[in-house]
């Protein structure tokens, strides 16, 4: 195989912190490597490092990054995506640095980006959150930590099953090692104990010998060189126990108790409903008598392809276009929004219109990967994803019983994916939520609709 790409040394460090320190890397041809990590761990500026002049190339290549910013253009995210996408691709390079291929996408672009990279002759690089697109296309993960590089062979599923084997062997390091320090420190708490005893013997025996002179000084020092025996024998264990290597385990996933308070909570068994409902923007129409019944406390998912209406939808659910539960209290995700104040800490933003304490809140955002020590820092400092779990960490934790949330995965890492759909499962309220993350919806929903000839029709339960 012939190098493409190596770089030595590589060093980067933004506000006095180390986002990268990595000895090495090299990629070579038909090289297919997926980079997973948390949100601000560094994946951009890896991709970015590896395509600049601090690198070593051996051939050109292409570079999709992330599409984020679409205001201001007729065309909708997943049109951009996939005009960038054909271009980047068909252009004659030797490889392929790729940041988040997949957001805005529908699933027919999805799977066309899938085929693609398959018949690609290059190298690809990629930093994507969906689980499936990494399963079909990667046959190496990077997982970025701490700054350093892990490499994992295979595809998306296979480095899970490799973490989880890691993680079953570090459980029984540890559970070992606990039974080892255990062990050691009974022993030497016996060799002080015995020590001590013998002490009090020797003492005692002492007053009563006081009159033997030879025999006694002999005893004496039969006596203190076995208790320097035994002294010398326990701080030797817990010299031992010192130099002991510990494990440290993965932080477990706290589970978080969601609840609505009363005077939120929705009797309605269908709090949104439509019934022959029409949208439409000009001549160009979107829905056309358009009817459903969203039930009470389901998650449900909404699909189709990009421009199909998934978003109207969710615009005029917030205008009371269609029949309304009174006592209905929606929030809404979009992607087109952002924090407004990036001057507030992390907590005090939390902390507007939420009805949970200081410790639950800390909960959630520790489930999301934020750090409990990190939450006193302003908003301004995080990245564009680690802004995203804020919003949608803060959304599940205000006053509201029914949330919409438009791709809620879109530019967030795969840990925190995972960590969102406990939380979404466990929440109290009902869920309506627009995604083309498979993985997700599977996870998930327990019922699917889809947007299909200007209507919305129900096609899973489960």
Same mark, same amino acid.
């Given at each position: 195989?012939?190098?493409?790409?190596? *770089?030595?040394?590589?060093?980067?460090? #933004?506000?006095?912190?180390?986002?990268?320190?990595?000895?090495?890397?090299?990629?070579?041809?038909?090289?297919?490597?997926?980079?997973?990590?948390?949100?601000?761990? /560094?994946?951009?500026?890896?991709?970015?490092?590896?395509?600049?002049?601090?690198?070593?190339?051996?051939?050109?290549?292409?570079?999709?990054?992330?599409?984020?910013?679409? =205001?201001?253009?007729?065309?909708?995210? /997943?049109?951009?995506?996939?005009?960038?996408?054909?271009?980047?691709?068909?252009?004659?390079?030797?490889?392929?640095?790729?940041?988040?291929?997949?957001?805005?996408?529908?699933?027919?672009?999805?799977?066309?980006?899938?085929?693609?990279?398959?018949?690609?002759?290059?190298?690809?690089?990629?930093?994507?959150?969906?689980?499936?697109?990494?399963?079909?296309?990667?046959?190496?993960?990077?997982?970025?930590?701490?700054?350093?590089?892990?490499?994992?062979? /295979?595809?998306?599923?296979?480095?899970?099953?490799?973490?989880?084997?890691?993680?079953?062997?570090?459980?029984?390091?540890?559970?070992?090692?606990?039974?080892?320090?255990?062990? %050691?420190?009974?022993?030497?708490?016996?060799?002080?104990?015995?020590?001590?005893?013998?002490?009090?013997?020797?003492?005692?025996?002492?007053?009563?010998?006081?009159?033997?002179?030879?025999?006694?000084?002999?005893?004496?020092?039969?006596?203190?060189?076995?208790?320097?025996?035994?002294?010398?024998?326990?701080?030797?264990?817990?010299? @031992?126990?010192?130099?002991?290597?510990?494990?440290?385990?993965?932080?477990?996933?706290?589970?978080?108790?969601? @609840?609505?308070?009363?005077?939120?909570?929705?009797?309605?068994?269908?709090?949104?409903?439509?019934?022959?409902?029409?949208?439409?923007?000009?001549?160009?129409?979107?829905?056309?008598?358009?009817?459903?019944?969203? =039930?009470?406390?389901?998650?449900?998912?909404?699909?189709?392809?990009?421009?199909?209406?998934?978003?109207?939808?969710? =615009?005029?659910?917030?205008?009371?276009?269609?029949?309304?539960?009174? =006592?209905?209290?929606?929030?809404?995700?979009?992607?087109?929004?952002?924090?407004?104040?990036?001057?507030?800490?992390?907590?005090?933003?939390?902390?507007?219109?939420?009805?949970?304490?200081?410790?639950?809140?800390? *909960?959630?955002?520790?489930?999301?990967?934020?750090?409990? %020590?990190?939450?006193? &820092?302003?908003?301004?400092?995080?990245?564009?994803?680690?802004?995203? &779990?804020?919003?949608?960490?803060?959304?599940?934790?205000?006053?509201?019983?029914?949330?919409?949330?438009?791709?809620?995965?879109?530019?967030?890492?795969?840990?925190?994916?995972? *960590?969102?759909?406990? %939380?979404?499962?466990?929440?109290?309220?009902?869920?309506?939520?627009?995604?083309?993350?498979?993985?997700?919806?599977?996870?998930?929903?327990? @019922?699917? #609709?889809?947007?299909?000839?200007?209507?919305? %029709?129900?096609?899973?339960?489960?």
């Amino acid at each position: 195989m012939t190098l493409r790409v190596k *770089a030595q040394q590589i060093y980067v460090e #933004y506000h006095n912190k180390t986002i990268l320190d990595i000895e090495s890397l090299e990629i070579y041809d038909y090289d297919r490597i997926g980079i997973v990590g948390q949100n601000g761990s /560094g994946k951009t500026t890896l991709l970015k490092y590896l395509m600049s002049t601090s690198a070593q190339h051996f051939g050109t290549f292409s570079y999709m990054p992330q599409q984020r910013d679409y =205001k201001d253009t007729t065309l909708s995210g /997943g049109e951009i995506t996939r005009a960038e996408m054909n271009k980047q691709i068909n252009t004659h390079t030797h490889g392929l640095f790729a940041d988040e291929p997949t957001s805005h996408l529908d699933q027919d672009g999805i799977q066309d980006l899938i085929d693609s990279f398959k018949y690609y002759p290059g190298f690809i690089v990629v930093i994507s959150h969906d689980r499936n697109f990494l399963d079909e296309t990667v046959h190496k993960i990077w997982e970025l930590k701490e700054g350093k590089i892990v490499e994992y062979w /295979g595809n998306y599923s296979d480095y899970i099953q490799a973490k989880d084997v890691e993680r079953k062997s570090k459980q029984q390091a540890y559970e070992n090692i606990q039974k080892e320090k255990n062990r %050691l420190e009974q022993a030497a708490l016996k060799k002080r104990d015995n020590a001590i005893r013998m002490e009090r013997r020797h003492k005692a025996s002492l007053k009563k010998n006081n009159t033997k002179g030879g025999g006694r000084l002999a005893f004496e020092k039969s006596m203190g060189s076995k208790q320097k025996s035994l002294h010398k024998a326990s701080k030797s264990i817990e010299k @031992r126990l010192e130099h002991m290597e510990d494990v440290t385990l993965d932080t477990k996933t706290p589970i978080i108790n969601f @609840r609505l308070s009363k005077e939120i909570e929705l009797h309605n068994p269908y709090p949104i409903m439509s019934e022959g409902v029409d949208k439409a923007y000009g001549d160009r129409i979107i829905f056309k008598k358009l009817t459903f019944q969203f =039930k009470l406390g389901e998650k449900i998912a909404i699909i189709g392809p990009n421009g199909s209406g998934k978003s109207t939808l969710f =615009k005029m659910i917030m205008e009371d276009t269609f029949t309304i539960s009174p =006592k209905a209290k929606i929030g809404y995700f979009s992607q087109q929004e952002d924090i407004q104040n990036l001057d507030q800490t992390i907590i005090e933003f939390m902390k507007e219109d939420s009805i949970y304490q200081i410790s639950e809140i800390r *909960a959630v955002l520790a489930s999301l990967n934020i750090d409990a %020590l990190a939450i006193t &820092k302003k908003l301004s400092v995080l990245s564009g994803g680690e802004r995203m &779990k804020m919003r949608l960490a803060k959304l599940l934790l205000s006053r509201y019983n029914i949330l919409l949330l438009d791709e809620p995965t879109n530019y967030m890492d795969v840990f925190a994916i995972e *960590a969102l759909e406990s %939380l979404i499962k466990n929440y109290m309220g009902t869920v309506i939520f627009v995604t083309h993350d498979m993985t997700f919806i599977n996870n998930v929903a327990n @019922r699917i #609709y889809e947007i299909n000839d200007f209507n919305l %029709l129900e096609v899973a339960e489960f």
